[in-house]
């Protein structure tokens, strides 16, 4: 019978790889998926936003296009033309994601109301019936507080973070900014107006408001953020994140159970406004209890998320309460005493042949006033007495976008023609102007009054602008390249921690705990492949686009040399010796260069085979000893020191391996190489989760720290068993830290400390559950800075 | 006479699609859907999965196609949107994905002997509920380089990991799949000399 060896046969081991995942793909997906028709029904459901200028609404009609847009499936539209006809005026939006309750599972109602003209209402003696009214046209039920059970909480040492792994469309909220009432998406203001938040592809930035930089980059904490009155923000991606921007700390709270989230009350961000299929609900946010709860009655199944407003306290909510012939109401609950403490009543007559239909309610910050947004009218309202403030007649119909803290002035967007024409409103004065009219394809895609109401930010697809109000003129703008990519590298240089950014967000240097960046260095093309000398006084930058190595002094950020036709290896691609004057790196040719910078005099090692992008397992490390006299480098499991330009040793990782052990699958391998402060050892990793010391001399092993396996929780048989062996050494030269990463996942993220004078290990423990990739140690040598295979870095107490 | 090939439609759309044209966006889609929603299905392991991955790709491509470079393939662009929300979807489930038995019921290929047929067929399913049970890193490099047929510059561009992470994990995972097999392997061929 035929058999076949797996092992020895790696290319029928590939194709067999290939033809069962082809197979397996084509089999399970034999014809093309509707897509076509999920994609185009999001995009009506959801408006995102798109580069170009979206469809003009200039009437009612236009309105009715709007509430299209805005409704997740085709058969709500006939719930639009069920109410064209008279049926119902409030629409209401099933939302992807949204959790119907089970009425049986909720406790009797408090109370109950039931819609016009045939009221039902049944209050409970206990309910003070002077503060109550109707509800016309949806059955309303206040439920007592029915905690759900309490989410278990849980913290993480989650920091700062630049990759980028999920690419999440900004626009694609940011124009339900007026759903939750004080819950601005896609940008932010700090409570002190001196740090923007906002969202790109890469994550949240947070940004300095008055120069617009980057200060730092989330990219765990992808989905809407606010900032709390404390200053900390609060991102919410499912689960709730808060960062603190000062320390970079980040603390993580299990969400609630999913449910369309609208709003999001700002003190505290306590409390959540969620829409239901068959209900409005406030939730708490930390716990998932509902506090407050609206059901709908039967065929009341449509209600646009713009339609319902929870002011910034968290203590009002109202919604849009329409019908054919009568002007639309606003009901104003007020959630700690549970009743509707006063119906504001719109001025806008209703016309017998369409709905009144009103398509925007939002709450000022300070919850003293309400925006009310008609097609081609805005009303404002004063919340305690129920007096209009102003009317106004709209040019043209738009959408609402900002509102001040103190509800005086208001930001609309409309569309002229092809252009995208801001509008400030002045409720008090009753005036409109112009505040900015920019083509479509340049639409903003979220506004943002500052605290004071004098500045506004404006999120653009592929830019971020600051307005002056008073002055209607555009300040300062910053070009966004979010499509770039990020990466981190970690190093010690001067003690600091070193964070690249990638393309438009330059490189950012860090100290540990420091919000602001010490160094800035704007990116003229994708950068990677840091090298920093010892003394850190030099810094090596590969810009991917130019195929250039260049060569800065970090303490004045200029160029001191550029270095042509280097090749993409990211990451390991050069190294700088400790004067910053000699220069390791991959030539376009696959060819290890060692470069004198000051001299201009090169080497070539010609007796090394080409480095291909694509050769299997391919590693390649520099290091320059301090005496600038030995470097080394490896690949494909071997070793090479070398002295001047002669090799003194070439060690294979075989040769590392403790004699007499086991023969395994996997290849032994190099995973990093560095010189010793004392200049007389060569630490080398390998994939084995052991560090190995090796003499200058002669590259003979003096001594192997290897992590004992019963302090950590690594399988007790794996031959196979290969980990990603990163380690540190401390500043003072005697504590080694080894980080281990294995495949399997009890082995992620552990880490090993060892005394390198007698190779004692100090102490074990695991880190995180994602694996890390590099380390260092910080300033003072009782921190650990870990990069984490997701772009993370997480600090480390010693 | 107008270029009626795939290559020139396709930037005939992403043209469209810059104007703010869906037609556009419907014809990239029609395009392309049948390999992306096939490469998420292999990278998040069931189908409805699949589909919502590619559907929320194709609505970033929609709301980013103003930053794409026509000089660049789209498809690569395609992808690395793709993949990447693959990875995020895989990184809030965090958990192991079932396998679809029944589509492995439907690899066997009539026209091969009974007994290659049962190694073949073992050795699919056996690389397949392999893959599925790879680490999430490994298993989106395993798509990428065996599937879409990347290299490692490609792959470490994409996931946007250094080369030397991709060959390390890609190692480990062709590991993993390898020891999988010759299990498989030697119990099947114990099986089929009974």
Known sequence: ?798 | MQDTSEEAQERRAIAQLKRGDLDGLATLIRQHQLKAVRTAYLVVGDLQTAQDVATEAFLSVHTSIARFDPKRPFAAWLHRILVNKAISVLRQRKRELPVETEALEAMSDPARSPEAQAVAGIARDTIWRAVQTLPEAERTLVVLRYYLDYSEQDMAETTRQPVGTVKWRLHAARNTLRAALAEAHANATLQLDE
């Open chain 1, 1 to 798: 019978m035929k058999t076949m060896n797996f092992n020895s046969e790696s290319d029928a081991l590939d194709q067999l790889i290939q033809q069962a995942l082809t197979d397996q793909a084509e089999n399970a997906i034999r014809a093309p998926q509707d897509v076509l028709a999920a994609v185009m029904a999001r995009i009506a459901a959801a408006p995102v936003t798109p580069a170009v200028a979206p469809p003009r609404a200039s009437s009612w009609t236009g309105h009715l296009l709007v509430l299209w847009r805005n409704t997740a499936s085709i058969g709500t539209i006939a719930t639009i033309g069920a109410m064209l006809i008279g049926a119902f005026a409030i629409l209401l939006l099933p939302q992807p994601g949204t959790v119907t309750p089970s009425p049986a599972a909720l406790p009797a109602p408090a109370r109950v109301f039931t819609p016009q003209p045939a009221p039902r209402s049944v209050e409970s003696a206990a309910a003070p019936r002077t503060t109550t009214q109707p509800v016309a046209t949806a059955a309303v039920m206040i439920v007592p507080s029915t905690p759900l059970p309490e989410v278990p909480q849980a913290k993480t040492t989650l920091t700062q973070t630049t990759d980028a792994a999920a690419n999440v469309p900004f626009g694609a909220t940011s124009m339900q900014a007026g759903g939750g009432g004080g819950f601005q998406r896609g940008i932010a203001w700090s409570p002190d107006g001196g740090r923007l938040l906002t969202s790109s592809p890469e994550g949240q930035l947070l940004l300095d408001a008055d120069k617009l930089a980057v200060l730092r980059v989330y990219t765990a904490a992808q989905g809407s953020g606010q900032f709390s009155r404390d200053g900390r923000l609060h991102i919410d991606n499912g689960v709730e994140l808060i960062i603190d921007p000062i320390s970079g700390r980040v603390e993580q709270r299990n969400a609630a159970a999913p449910v369309n989230s609208v709003g999001i009350s700002r003190p505290d961000a306590a409390r959540m406004l969620a829409l239901t299929a068959t209900a409005i609900e406030v939730r708490n946010r930390a716990s998932g209890a509902r506090e407050f709860l609206i059901p709908l009655a039967a065929g009341h199944t449509v209600f646009a998320r713009d339609a319902v407003a929870l002011s910034a306290d968290g203590r009002q909510l109202t919604y849009l309460d329409q019908a054919l012939n009568r002007p639309v109401r606003l009901p104003i609950w007020d959630l700690e005493r549970r009743v509707i403490s006063r119906t504001i009543v719109s001025n806008l007559p209703p016309r017998a042949d369409q709905p009144s239909l009103a398509v925007q309610v939002r709450f000022s910050d300070d919850g003293r006033r309400i925006a009310l947004l008609h097609p081609t009218a805005l009303e404002v309202f004063e919340v305690s007495s129920g007096r209009r403030v102003s009317q106004l007649a709209l040019p043209a119909a738009g959408d609402l976008l900002g509102i001040s803290t103190d509800g005086r002035r208001l930001l609309l967007r409309t569309f002229v023609g092809e252009n995208e024409q801001l509008l400030l409103i002045d409720a008090d004065a009753g005036n409109t102007r112009v505040l900015a009219e920019t083509p479509g394809s340049h639409a903003s895609s979220a506004l943002a009054f500052s605290p004071d109401g004098r500045r506004l930010a404006v999120r653009r697809a592929a830019s971020i602008e600051l307005w002056d109000v008073a002055a209607a003129r555009r300040t300062s703008t910053r070009e966004m390249q979010p499509d770039e990519a990020a990466s981190v590298l970690l190093t010690r240089a001067d003690a600091s921690v070193l964070t690249g950014y990638t393309g438009a967000l330059g490189l950012r240097v860090f100290a540990p705990g420091e919000p602001l960046p010490e160094r800035v260095i704007e990116a003229q093309g994708a950068l990677q492949g840091f090298a920093v000398s010892h003394d850190g006084t030099r810094l090596a930058l590969f810009d991917v686009d130019r195929g250039e190595l260049r060569v800065l002094d970090t303490a004045t950020l200029t160029v001191l040399h550029v270095i042509s036709g280097v090749t993409s290896l990211p990451n390991d691609i050069s190294a700088l010796s400790p004067d910053g004057d000699q220069l390791l790196f991959a030539t376009g040719a696959g060819m290890i260069q060692r470069q004198t910078l000051s001299s201009g005099a090169r080497v070539m090692l010609s007796n090394t085979t080409p480095i291909a992008g694509g050769e299997p397992f391919l590693a390649l490390f520099t290091v320059l000893h301090n005496d600038g006299a030995h470097w080394a480098f490896a690949r494909a499991g071997v070793v090479t020191l070398m002295r001047g330009n002669r090799p003194v040793a070439n060690i294979p990782a075989d040769a590392l391996q403790a004699p007499g052990a086991a023969p395994r699958n996997a290849p032994n391998d190099v995973t990093q190489l560095m010189f010793t402060p004392d200049g007389g050892s060569l630490l080398v990793a390998d994939n084995r989760g052991a560090v190995h010391v090796l003499d200058l001399v002669n590259g003979a092993r003096r001594a192997t720290l290897r992590p004992d396996a019963s302090a950590l929780p690594l399988p007790a048989t794996s031959p196979d068993l290969i980990f990603n062996t990163r380690f540190a050494l401390s500043p003072d030269g005697q504590t080694l830290a080894v980080a281990l990463t294995g495949a399997a996942d009890a082995t992620r993220g552990s880490l090993v400390t060892f005394a390198l004078a007698d190779g004692r290990q100090l102490a074990a423990r695991t880190l995180a559950q994602d694996p890390l990739t590099q380390l260092v140690f910080a300033r003072n040598g009782t921190q650990l800075v870990a990069a984490r295979q997701d772009g993370g870095l997480v600090w480390i107490e010693r």
